[in-house]
């Protein structure tokens, strides 16, 4: 049971333009959403996170959207850069435990000069 | 400098034969969480430990054993490989504050034949 799902395995945009990568979960007591990001052969590293008290996170040009709603998270990078091909992971937590986490499958972003 | 070691970084062993995976941070974290990742499934947590001595079972523990004798150390040992075990395997830390980042090691590549 996948409780955290990305759709899209890969996604290609060209270089300046907006990257959006998008989550669906499904466990309605997570109230905090995290973005990993994934280069070859290094572990994930942390990204942009949102609580679900709020519906917009903005980090320089990574913004992360929640729609609690439709649990339905995205991530908007603009403008994209070929340094940002990665694979993107959604996580998510729930309770107390704020440290243990959901990961989706992730998403490969492929950023094309 | 910050950081979570593995070691080691890639292994090849056989059916049977077991081993144990190191996990070592320096930054005093009380939680440390071990994961793998497989194609289209993304990250899954194995087991996690929330302090010395305290220590729980994550979504996919079965053929897996961890312990943590010392706050900076979380192995995690596999008595039987076997080879559904192959597996791109990562170390995580962090601290016990709600939705504190986790920071996760460089990854280790195992191969059961």
């Known amino acids: 049971d996948q409780q955290v799902k990305q759709n899209s395995p890969s996604l290609s945009v060209q270089e300046g333009r907006i990257s959006i990568l998008n989550c669906d979960y499904t466990?309605?007591?997570?109230?905090?959403f995290l973005w990993y990001k994934k280069y070859p052969a290094e572990g994930p590293t942390f990204l942009i996170s949102?609580?679900?008290?709020?519906d917009k996170n903005e980090d320089g040009r990574f913004t992360v959207f929640l729609n609690k709603s439709a649990k339905h998270l995205s991530l908007h990078i603009v403008p994209s850069q070929p340094g940002d091909s990665a694979v993107y992971f959604c996580?998510?937590?729930?309770?107390?435990?704020?440290?243990?986490?959901?990961f989706g499958e992730g998403t490969q972003l492929t950023v094309n000069p | 400098e910050a950081q979570v070691t593995q070691n080691p970084r890639y292994l090849i062993t056989v059916t049977g034969k077991k081993l144990t995976v190191t996990c070592s941070q320096n930054?005093?974290?009380?939680?440390m969480s071990w994961y793998r990742q497989d194609p289209g499934l993304g990250l899954r947590q194995i087991y996690y430990?929330?302090?010395?001595?305290?220590?729980d079972k994550g979504d996919v523990p079965e053929g897996y054993k961890v312990s943590r004798k010392e706050k900076r150390n979380f192995p995690l040992i596999l008595e039987s490989p076997s080879p559904n075990q192959t597996s791109l395997y990562f170390c995580?830390?962090?601290?016990?504050?709600?939705?504190?980042?986790?920071?996760f090691g460089p990854g280790t590549r195992l191969l059961v034949l």
């Open positions: 466990n309605s007591m997570f109230d905090y």
């Open positions: 430990s929330m302090n010395v001595e305290v220590t």
């Open positions: 930054m005093n974290h009380e939680y």
């Open positions: 949102i609580s679900s008290i709020k």
């Open positions: 996580a998510a937590s729930e309770g107390p435990s704020g440290s243990r986490l959901t």
């Open positions: 995580a830390s962090s601290g016990w504050v709600r939705g504190e980042t986790q920071y």
